[in-house]
């Protein structure tokens, strides 16, 4: 079943290694350019985590209307804002045309991880002959957090800034769930339209995946690339030679509104929502999914928006660069649309987490707008256990301006959603 109106993209705003904004952001895809780099903000040296796709000299100031307020925000704010800034600036959503109530926020985001700095002294209060005592935490140290620490890092942070920074009245909502987050939040800003709480929404994600904590804890959890000699070509889906994922960071906004309500306020429209589909399926503790979810949303996207898969141009993937995940997408891709050429952006800066699905659709919007799709980096050698079309070397000439992006978790739930052109 369609969509119930015509919803389209009016403004888009990234941030993440490879640059600032789309003007950074394209003319480094093309010279493909890696934003995977060894680590600066770490000191890697003893750590497991040494390389990553890095923004190396963010400066979040010239995007905050009130310099302030940076005290509360955490990096993932501050990647949110900035992206949200430059969405507002490319939809030319800071005049007054729409009215604040009108306006509304659905951003996704996950944990986020505390500054050491913001905890070390409270931390040294605790330790007693070299042994920290829980007992002290709780009766002493706590006293001596920040008082509005935890407004630094709590996880709807980023839609409340976003909200602010505009003066957006309007419907307000996180979506909290991993690699996922974001492209979950673009859903439910498009129903908030159709059940006319909104005339814009203001959507997309963000997520930092380089810390201590992710280094030192997850890196236990999550297969992580060893190839450290060679950052830039650590990060490699599909290939044979891939053995882990890469850390990244960033984030990316878009401005949702009717094509009704676009060409009214006479704004450019970079590609209509045609169609969106989810999929989940069980994983018993210790297993690891089977694809079924991913087949699950791409045929749900496919059914939402009346297409065939032949109508499809290219698949934005997943493309997390470890063994088994990037088997099973690859064949539940090929299950349901055959050949369909796909490539992979997490290749040129890795896994921000709640900010990857929105970082990798917005290149898709830059890819369909310049009429060439961004080869996947790294993509040398095909490896038979993933059957799929991997766009390599070349950009691949846009031929029919429909892309389905697909974003999936490691606990069995998958998204796609389809944007672009019909005529």
């Keep these: 079943m369609p969509l119930r109106q015509e919803i389209v993209i009016t403004g888009l705003g990234l941030v993440c290694p490879l640059g600032i904004g789309s003007s950074e952001v394209w003319p480094a895809l093309e010279a493909g350019k890696s934003g995977v780099r060894t680590l600066s903000r770490l000191e890697p040296e003893g750590l497991p985590m040494k390389i990553g796709g890095e923004l190396p000299d963010f400066n979040p100031k010239p995007y905050l209307p009130n310099r302030k307020v940076l005290k509360l925000m955490s990096r993932d704010i501050q990647l949110a804002v900035a992206s949200a800034a430059l969405a507002y600036e490319d939809g030319k959503l800071d005049d007054s045309s729409v009215a604040p109530e009108r306006i509304g926020v659905s951003f996704g985001a996950h944990t986020m991880m505390s500054d050491l700095a913001d905890l070390e002294q409270v931390y040294q209060k605790c330790v007693q002959d070299g042994k920290f005592q829980f007992s002290e935490w709780g009766e002493g140290a706590m006293g001596s957090v920040f008082p509005l620490w935890m407004l630094k890092y709590l996880p709807n942070m980023p ?178 649309l055959g050949d369909t050429p796909i490539t992979a952006f997490k290749s040129y800066f890795g896994n921000a987490s709640a900010g990857s699905g929105a970082l990798e659709l917005a290149i898709s919007l830059l890819a369909l707008q310049k009429g060439k799709i961004p080869p996947t980096l790294n993509y040398e050698t095909p490896d038979p256990a993933c059957p799929v079309n991997v766009i390599s070397g070349e950009f691949l000439e846009v031929k029919n301006p429909i892309c389905l992006k697909l974003s999936f978790t490691q606990a069995g739930q998958a998204v796609a959603l389809i944007v672009g052109a019909r005529d």
Aim: proline share 3%; net charge negative.
């Design 159 to 336: 839609a409340c800034h976003i909200a602010i920074y505009r003066d957006a009245r309007g419907p307000n909502n996180s979506i909290i769930q991993n690699e996922i987050s974001s492209l979950l939040a673009f859903n439910e800003a498009i129903r908030v339209i159709e059940r006319d709480r909104a005339d814009v929404m203001i959507t997309g994600g963000t997520g930092v995946k380089i810390h201590y904590i992710y280094s030192n804890s997850w890196h236990r959890y999550e297969s992580y690339s060893k190839q450290t000699e060679h950052p830039e070509q650590a990060c490699r889906p599909f290939d044979q030679d891939r053995d882990g994922q890469v850390a990244g960071e960033g984030s990316a906004c878009f401005l949702l509104e009717t094509k009704a309500h676009a060409k009214d306020r006479g704004i450019p429209i970079l590609a209509e929502v045609l169609g969106y589909g989810v999929g989940t399926e069980h994983v018993p503790h210790g297993k690891k999914a089977t694809g079924k979810a991913i087949q699950l949303a791409i045929q749900n996207a496919l059914k939402e928006a009346d297409l065939s898969p032949e109508q499809i141009d290219y698949v934005n993937a997943h493309g997390l660069s470890t063994v088994v995940e990037d088997e099973l997408e690859a064949r539940a891709i090929q299950s349901v």
